[in-house]
């Protein structure tokens, strides 16, 4: 019996793009293209209209980006969250583009005029919450559990990307930008935006983009041939000149002229010898990316930093010490600290507050704000803001910083207070 060898032959998984017949790639083949990898960015979306149909070109060629949702497009519409699931099951990383369209920081053209008025701080953790929570409601949890984290994209990259213009007028607000020249504002901006310190909150670190479209130049329903043609051919050329080997490129999943040019921009973009790539490939450069300002790690708030903060506190320990009971009697009483571990005394002339049970004398947790020292945000939360659950409190570093949340204040609302428990005694921050 004779056996005959049975001959494998591997198909190639990637269906290759037919350059020889695309007329595009013909017009463009002579450019000479730097960049070698692409990771595609959506903005704004989703939109029944174009969503789908730009998802079924990249599900076709096996290419994975990544969605920036705006989350007001959730809101009180099944069909747009089934969608998010959707990119979600098929392989397209989704991170927020925040809730509403607006800015979360100074906004200004090249005529120095304001385009939009910033959110508040407020505002904006209002808005990243509000995002996070939908984001969360409409994937059952599963967005916050994706492979690499939460990313955000502020809205027009202000909170990110400050103009030279910005950034002189933030100075002149009074915020602290150091650096010789615009680059090294820009960089030191970024480890202290106070815009990045909303999004940190919720654990979110930032990607910005190094390549644009320019698609917001078009309107959203613009589709027609011409248009098509000459959108591809600038597009892809001004691809081609990038100078970054690895691009984050800015595209809006809303506009009908990418749903139409999407497949034809892939096509012939690996015919120009560039190749497209998902999120795991792209943050294996990740250094790269955070060194270009690309993505900005969301801020960690190490022992290190927070001692550097507490330091500035000086000027407190310069006020008079309180004269203290050590063994106060009548009415007067003090308590054990679990976290100095050690009686708290009463002391003279200073209010108290109670922790879980609790007392604590303000004479031995100093506040800043008592002692009229204001201190910035830096990578916490450090100021009052309000809580709502009684003595429910949270590891913010460990071993270093808890919060609880205590009725303090004149009108006895519920505010987060803050404690540095690595000093004996704890001091409030
Ligand atoms: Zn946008």
């Known amino acids: 019996m004779r056996f005959w060898p049975i001959l494998l032959i591997a198909l190639p998984t990637i269906v290759f793009a ?44 096996k290419i994975k980006g990544t969605f920036f949702v705006s989350t007001t497009n959730l809101v009180n519409s099944p069909a747009n969250q089934a969608l998010v699931n959707t990119l979600m099951q098929s392989g397209q990383y989704i991170a927020s583009h925040g809730h509403e369209h607006n800015c979360y920081d100074h906004r200004y053209d090249g ?12 505002e904006r953790e209002e808005q990243v919450k509000k995002s996070d929570d939908l984001l969360n409601k409409a994937t ?83 589709s027609d041939d011409a248009t098509v043609e000459k959108y591809l051919t600038t597009t892809l050329t001004s691809m081609c000149k990038s100078r970054d080997p690895l691009l984050v490129a800015l595209f809006h999943d809303i506009k009908k002229l990418n749903a139409k040019s999407i497949g034809p921009l892939i096509d012939t973009a690996q015919c120009l010898g560039m190749s497209f790539v998902s999120i795991d490939e792209t943050l294996a450069k990740r250094q790269t990316l955070v060194d270009s300002g690309v993505i900005i790690n969301k801020y960690e708030l190490t022992t290190e930093k ?25 009415n007067k009483k003090g308590c054990y600290s679990e976290y100095a ?14 922790v879980d049970g609790n007392f604590y004398a303000r004479g031995s947790l100093i506040t800043h704000t008592e002692c009229g020292i204001e201190l910035k945000r830096d990578k916490i939360e450090i100021n009052q803001a309000e809580c709502k659950t009684p003595s429910e409190s949270k590891v913010v570093v460990p071993d270093v910083i808890k919060c609880y949340c205590q009725e303090t204040g004149n009108d006895l609302k519920l505010r987060w207070n803050c404690y540095d428990i690595s000093q004996v005694p704890a001091v409030k921050i």
């Open 341 to 354: 571990k050690k009686e708290i005394p009463h002391c003279q002339g200073e209010d108290s507050i109670c």
């Open 140 to 222: 059952n949890g599963k967005f916050s559990k994706q492979k690499y984290g939460k990313f955000f994209r502020f809205p027009y990259g202000r909170g990110a990307m400050p103009s030279p213009y910005e950034i002189e007028l933030m100075k002149q607000k009074g915020m602290t930008i150091k650096g010789a020249d615009y680059k090294e504002q820009l960089a030191y901006y970024r480890q202290h935006s106070p815009a990045m310190s909303s999004i940190s909150e919720y654990g979110y670190s930032h990607m910005g983009w190094n390549f644009d479209s320019e698609d917001s130049s078009y309107g959203a329903e613009i």
């Open 306 to 330: 927070y001692k550097e903060l507490l330091s500035t506190l000086d000027e407190v320990n310069q006020k008079p010490k309180l004269t203290c009971d050590p063994k106060p009697t009548g």
């Open 111 to 122: 005529n120095h005029n304001m385009l939009s008025k910033p959110f508040t701080e407020k």
């Open 18 to 61: 037919d350059c020889a017949n695309n007329p595009l790639y013909q017009k463009l083949k002579t450019m000479t293209c730097n960049p070698k990898q692409i990771h595609l960015t959506f903005d704004d979306g989703p939109r029944a209209v174009t969503t789908p149909a730009i998802l079924e070109e990249l599900t076709k060629r």
